[in-house]
């Protein structure tokens, strides 16, 4: 017999069809214009043999090894649930009794489940949050140093995580769209919380048809598609603010800034033309000096600026621009760049971060808040900036600077991660590994034995998404889905919520965690809330019962345009921003008052110390970046079809232009050895002329397969770019990931290649039979 459910996941919503009790297809939603092509893997995924079958323990754990142990290459124990509770519960209630409630880290950042009620993170920080309080981690990896930023001068993150000016406006009245690090399509195939409607691609194919004229400025060709016909601009990685500079001083010595615009409605301009003009500090940043840097012609930099001036542009840059060491400048030198062209707050004019970053930026709709689950404040108030989980783990006692403030590094005993995967994410991972075995003890809830689970001392599998009934619901998506449980929970399984109640049991606050609901009262406690807020909004939705039967909620998309900051724009002293002065602060006394010599009060350039013109370069000739993946998000799907099928000999594909290769007498296709002071990866050479000479380019995600588990300095034999980028902060203001500077060298690999293994339980665990 088979079952047809409704549900959802950040790759998009989709019909389960279930057979025998196994989820045999997703079936794209029918209203999806253009459903993403991930969901292919999810069948693998749910029911392959990465699933943790049952509840495990560290063999070294069970003998007394605590801290300073190796993790990663030890046998596992299978253990009972009831063992597997009460041994976290104890040494949970241990680590917070002798060592304090900062001790334990439980910031778990991840992307975990679409499903709001079930999401891992929340329901982990509720429940540290009312055992007493844990370290947390704020902001993210994917914009940390953006966020951080943008309240300072420009009084809002709106203009990263929208609302921002729609296309429907972009259409109708931009006539050049500069983009910094193009609009990559495959990364509108995601939706945080899941999406109905992957419009990006029709919306963007739309401005192209309306005569939006785009220039993709990025080593990569492949950031726009083809039917954008983008006139390409092959920088050099970590170069865009020298290119905005550049193109800032032909616009003032032409004397096309909008003085109207500068005057009313920004402040600091005067020293930001200064120091363009290179009155403070002797270099005017003139298109030949930017050209040297950025390797732009410096005719191409003229070009450009002058056309910007000319016409109404959009200005924007994806997020990854900003992962870099110094990322804030260059998103600051766009702000004052697009400032200087008058257009903030005008139709189809101005800037906005990362249109090409994920699905729902820029598409119509109302703004009402997504369905959100329930929260708890963390009662000791200890965090840090989230890249900078390294440094936590290695320095207790210290201050790390961020953000104007100087915070406390705790002594991390106990580190408790459900949702997120560090050995993803992290940059440097032999090192966070070092610091990771520091810990007294490692709980990971997860429902595949990815990197982070195998780096676990007590491992608790949870159910995914079809296992359990849910609501999907982001702010940058017109529908809400109702996801239906499909499937049993597979194996021993359990949902992240009853292990976490169970756990609350064990410390005498159950019913506080529970609020005395059960899984359906939750989920029509929280829509019930979501409709509560509609109304207000003057939005109507149906009940929670026609809702669920229906499968999914729709809210109609707005007929006007939106424009974002258009009443500032057109009356800034009634409508001002949420900065100190109420303007745009293209100089910030509150970022200048910080005391930070790498963030003065403007934008500047500062040359990172790993870039093509880096000292470093003699040695690691080649740029990498790793950029997000079209086969999967994160490392979620990696065990699945689609992912499979773009591997090389099943290592992750890395990019190289064929002068490159020519020097290093490498052909497409083979297995090669990327390689830098940090580690090695094998990965499978793609030879093509789209990414420019001296960068080469790789997803993000193959999961992290050392080939002597363990050990911190063993080459990942399946290719996870993070074994080799850099782990710094992007600056102290910021202090977000800087992934994207790191330098390598590759040859031809040699010798054996070993096997991967990392989608198979490691040793002493079972897959699922
Ligand atoms: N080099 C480099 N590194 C990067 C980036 C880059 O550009 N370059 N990008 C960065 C960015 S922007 C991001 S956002 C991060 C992403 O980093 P993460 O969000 O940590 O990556 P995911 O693989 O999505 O991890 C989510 C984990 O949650 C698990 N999970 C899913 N559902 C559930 C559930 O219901 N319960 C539990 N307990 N677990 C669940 C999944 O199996 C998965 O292992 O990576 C960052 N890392
Ligand atoms: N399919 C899929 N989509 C995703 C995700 C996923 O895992 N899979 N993850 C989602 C998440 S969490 C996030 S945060 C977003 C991230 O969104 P982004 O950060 O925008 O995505 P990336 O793919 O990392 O980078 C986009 C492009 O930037 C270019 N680039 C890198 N460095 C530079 C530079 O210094 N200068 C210039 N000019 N260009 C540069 C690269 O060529 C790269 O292809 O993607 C989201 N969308
Ligand atoms: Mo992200």
Not at 18 to 25: F, Q
Not at 576 to 582: A, E, I, K, R, V
Not at 608 to 631: I, R
Request: hydrophobic residues 40%; contains cysteine.
């Amino acid at each position: 017999m088979t079952e047809i459910k409704p549900h959802s996941a950040h790759w998009g919503a989709f019909e389960a069809v279930v057979e025998a009790g196994r989820l045999v297809e997703a079936r794209p939603f029918r209203r999806d214009p253009f459903p993403g092509s991930l969901l292919a893997s999810m069948p693998d995924a749910v029911h392959g043999a990465a699933r943790i079958d049952r509840p495990y323990i560290r063999a070294g754990w069970l003998r007394g090894e605590r801290r300073g142990a190796s993790r990663g290459g030890d046998n596992f124990v299978p253990v009972s649930w009831d063992e597997a509770i009460r041994r976290v519960a104890e040494e949970a209630a241990r680590v917070r009794a002798e060592h304090g409630a900062p001790s334990i880290l439980g910031g778990s950042y991840g992307w975990s489940s679409a499903g709001r009620y079930h999401h891992a993170r929340t329901q982990l920080h509720r429940y540290l949050g009312m055992a007493g309080g844990f370290t947390s981690q704020v902001t993210n990896y994917s914009y940390g140093a953006g966020m951080t930023l943008m309240p300072h001068i420009l009084g809002t993150n709106e203009v990263i995580q929208g609302r921002v000016t729609d296309w429907g406006s972009i259409a109708r009245n931009t006539k050049l769209m500069l983009c910094l690090g193009g609009l990559p399509r495959k990364n509108g195939l995601v939706t945080a919380g899941g999406g109905g409607a992957h419009e990006y691609l029709p919306l963007m194919r739309q401005a192209a048809e309306a005569g939006v004229r785009f220039v993709n400025i990025s080593p990569f060709r492949g950031d726009t598609e083809d039917f954008l016909n983008a006139e390409w601009v092959p920088i050099r990685p970590n170069t865009d603010a020298a290119l905005i500079f550049a193109m800032a001083h032909v616009v003032l010595e032409a004397g096309l800034q909008d003085s109207a615009f500068l005057d009313r409605c920004t402040v600091g301009f005067d020293r930001f033309r200064d120091y363009v003009l290179g009155a403070t500090d002797g270099t005017p940043k003139t298109p030949e000096w930017a050209s040297a840097i950025t390797e732009v012609p410096v005719e191409t930099i003229r070009r450009l600026a002058l056309e910007a001036a000319g016409a109404p542009t959009m200005c924007t840059a994806t997020w990854s621009i900003q992962r870099a060491e110094h990322g804030e400048q260059p998103w600051w030198a766009l702000v004052a760049f697009a400032a200087m062209l008058g257009g903030i707050g005008k139709p189809g004019r101005g800037i906005a971060f990362g249109y090409g970053s994920i699905n729902g930026m820029g598409t119509p709709r109302v703004d009402l808040p997504s369905v959100s689950g329930p929260s708890v404040r963390n009662p000791c108030g200890a965090y840090i900036p989230v890249a900078r989980v390294t440094e936590l783990l290695e320095r207790p006692g210290e201050i790390l600077q961020y953000n104007g403030r100087d915070l406390l590094l705790p002594d991390i005993r106990m580190i408790w991660w459900a949702g997120g995967n560090p050995f993803h994410h992290h940059q440097d991972l032999g090192r966070l590994l070092r610091g990771w075995n520091r810990a007294d003890t490692v709980v990971v809830q997860e429902p595949w034995w990815t990197a982070v689970a195998r780096h676990a001392d007590i491992v608790l599998p949870a159910t995914t998404t079809l296992e359990r009934n849910d609501i999907g619901s982001s702010s940058r998506d017109r529908f809400v889905t109702a996801m239906h449980q499909a499937i049993a929970p597979v194996g021993l399984a359990r949902n992240d919520v009853d292990i976490l109640a169970d756990l609350a049991d064990a410390a005498g606050f159950r019913a506080a965690f529970t609020e005395q609901r059960d899984e359906s009262a939750w989920l029509q406690h929280m829509y019930g809330r979501w409709r509560q807020a509609c109304a207000r909004q003057g939005v109507e939705v149906p009940d929670f019962e026609t809702f669920w039967a229906a499968g999914h909620v729709e809210i109609p998309p707005p007929e006007q345009d939106y424009v974002q900051f258009a009443d500032f724009a057109a009356d800034p002293e009634a409508n001002p921003l949420d900065t100190p002065t109420g303007k745009v602060e293209i100089f910030s006394e509150t970022i200048a008052g910080f005391g930070y010599a790498e963030t003065p009060g403007h934008a500047v350039w500062h040359e990172p110390t790993e870039y093509l013109g880096s000292p470093m370069a003699q040695k690691y000739p080649l740029h990498m970046l790793s950029f997000q993946p079209s086969t999967r998000l994160h490392g979620q799907l990696d065990s699945g079809r689609v992912a499979a099928a773009d591997k090389i000999q099943g290592r992750e594909k890395l990019r190289m232009n064929p002068a490159d290769a020519a020097a290093r007498g490498l052909t497409d296709g083979q297995v090669i050895r990327v390689f830098n002071d940090r580690g090695a990866v094998a990965a499978g050479l793609v030879v093509t002329p789209d990414i420019r000479p001296g960068v080469v380019a790789m997803a993000t995600g193959a999961w992290w397969n050392p080939a002597r588990p363990g050990a911190t300095d063993s080459a990942c034999v399946h290719g996870n770019p993070n074994v080799l980028t850099q782990d710094i902060g992007t600056s102290r203001l910021g202090q977000g990931s800087a992934a994207q500077s790191c330098l390598v060298q590759i040859e031809a690999w040699q010798g054996e290649l070993p096997p991967v293994t990392v989608h198979t339980p490691p040793p002493g665990a079972c897959a699922v039979p």
